[in-house]
């Protein structure tokens, strides 16, 4: 990725971090309303822990960014945060959250991962990707379609390192309670793997450490891939964080 044009100017990037099984495909709509915009693409190198997906990202972007890390890209954004905080100038969190591994989700995700196995990797795919979706857009064939064959561009591989690395993400709450740069986190109202109370979880953590607020967006009907079903509400949000200012005094 190219990022001697901000480099040069001294401007900031709008950098997309995606998550599990997704890449540019996800975020077209804001690539097209955001021209300042790049998406971390290449499934973090293939890496499987949170940290090694920093890095890889660390490497690729200019020295200031605008970071916006969407579901496990999220939380690849907190990393980021944790490595080098005074790179990241405004952080934006989506369709995730910060809790630790829960009581049977390592099951849960052996369990696909097991369908990918035995069953082929587009098996995997249709037994994960629909409840992403918010029932609003579920049966939208073509956004379906588009969704599943980014997905399937990850392959198999590819999803056992990243859910290697989910059942081993760290601890935020310390990352959270130092950031010094504005934060605004989105949600599909009908996310069912990372609901809206999850991001009102966030806001809380965050909230003692700062004296203005952390917005929080929730987007009509829109499920856990919020950007792609709802791209004109996620849009605003978006937009309205981006143009938030840096100043933003800290509480602490």
């Not at 990393?79 to 959250?97: F, H, I, S, W």
């Not at 599909?188 to 990372?194: C, I, K, N, T």
Request: hydrophobic residues 45%; aromatic residues 6%.
């Amino acid at each position: 990725m190219d990022t001697k044009k901000w480099e040069e100017e001294g401007a900031e990037a709008l950098v997309i971090l995606p998550g599990l099984l997704c890449d540019s495909g996800m975020f077209g709509a804001q690539l097209d309303a955001f021209p300042e915009a790049m998406v971390i693409d290449g499934f973090y190198g293939g890496a499987s822990s949170l940290e090694a997906m920093a890095d890889y990202v660390l490497d690729r972007i200019p020295p200031r960014v605008s970071l916006f890390g969407h579901s496990m890209g999220a939380r690849v954004a907190l990393e980021v945060c944790r490595m080098a905080p005074t790179r990241v100038v405004r952080l934006a969190l989506a369709d995730t959250g910060i809790h630790p591994v829960r009581e049977g989700e390592p099951a849960k995700r052996h369990a696909l991962r097991d369908i990918g196995r035995t069953q082929g990797f587009g098996a995997l795919v249709d037994a994960w990707l629909p409840p992403m979706i918010g029932p609003e857009r579920r049966e939208d064939a073509d956004l379906y379609q588009a969704l599943r064959t980014m997905c399937l561009r990850a392959g198999q591989e590819i999803f056992e390192a990243q859910i290697e690395a989910l059942l081993h993400r760290p601890d935020v709450e310390d990352v959270l309670t130092s950031l010094t740069c504005p934060v605004a986190l989105m949600v599909g109202e009908d996310d069912a793997w990372a609901p809206p109370s999850q991001h009102q979880d966030i806001a809380d953590t965050i909230a003692p450490h700062w004296a203005d607020p952390c917005p929080l967006t929730v987007i009509p009907k829109a499920g856990h891939m919020a950007p792609a079903e709802a791209p004109e509400a996620f849009n605003a949000a978006l937009r309205r964080w981006h143009k938030a200012s840096v100043d933003a005094p800290s509480a602490a």
